[in-house]
Nanobody, 122 residues
Framework: VQLAESGGGVVQTGGSLRLSCAASGDTICISTVNWYRQTPGNERELVAE????????YSDAVKGRFSVSRGYANRNTLYLNMNNLKPEDTAVYLCHALPVRSNPYCGFRDFWGQGTQVTVSS
């Protein structure tokens, strides 16, 4: 499984960005897809987590401003829609996927993308 993020960039406070996470390879091995972010010297922070039943958990820091959606034409692309961006949202945003653990073919290792930089200027 390969995950590729795109859509990062520099935006002013209050602006919007839409990040993409494109999955390829053995996509049948993907259980759920989540978004994390990381700043230098800090641990990765969960931004949005896919839950059972199609629900999504959002961290308090982004709740009400960020949302997750899936591509209509390409169901293997997940989007992170970010609105009303703040300087504290500046980070590298990473796509993360859990494997289907009931299928031995898929292995037990989580999948990560390389990340895309988001910079919010004040």
């Amino acid at each position: 499984v390969q995950l590729a993020e795109s859509g990062g960039g520099v935006v002013q406070t209050g602006g919007s960005l839409r990040l993409s996470c494109a999955a390829s390879g053995d996509t049948i091995c993907i259980s759920t897809v989540n978004w994390y972010r990381q700043t230098p010297g800090n641990e990765r922070e969960l931004v949005a987590e896919s839950l059972d039943g199609g629900h999504v958990f959002y961290s308090d820091a982004v709740k009400g401003r960020f949302s997750v959606s899936r591509g209509y034409a390409n169901r293997n692309t997940l989007y992170l829609n970010m609105n009303n961006l703040k300087p504290e949202d500046t980070a590298v945003y990473l796509c993360h996927a859990l494997p289907v653990r009931s299928n031995p073919y898929c292995g037990f290792r989580d999948f990560w993308g390389q990340g895309t930089q988001v910079t919010v200027s004040s």
